[in-house]
């Protein structure tokens, strides 16, 4: 069960980052960055972030948050719910 709380806990950390990054693109003139959803272009990011001197850390840990998070639920459902048959044979 502890598991499942990290994974849910590290994919709540990689959503508001995420939405950390689309308020800093909407401050700056990209009018749709709330809006755009799983469309969002990151390349957009890096070219801003390059040109205003921005850091690369949030979206860096917001990857390694997204990639932990599921690989954490993936193994969490697997040990509560197993991986055998219910029924015996």
Partial sequence: MTILIFGFGLIGIAAILDSFLRVRMTRIGYKWALLEGGAFDYGKYHQ?????????????????????????????????????????K
């Fill in 48 to 88: 801003e972030r390059k040109r205003r001197g921005w850091s690369v850390w949030p979206v860096v840990l917001m990857w390694v948050s997204v990639i932990s998070g599921i690989a954490l639920l993936i193994l969490g459902f697997f040990a509560i719910f197993g991986t055998g048959p219910t029924h015996p």
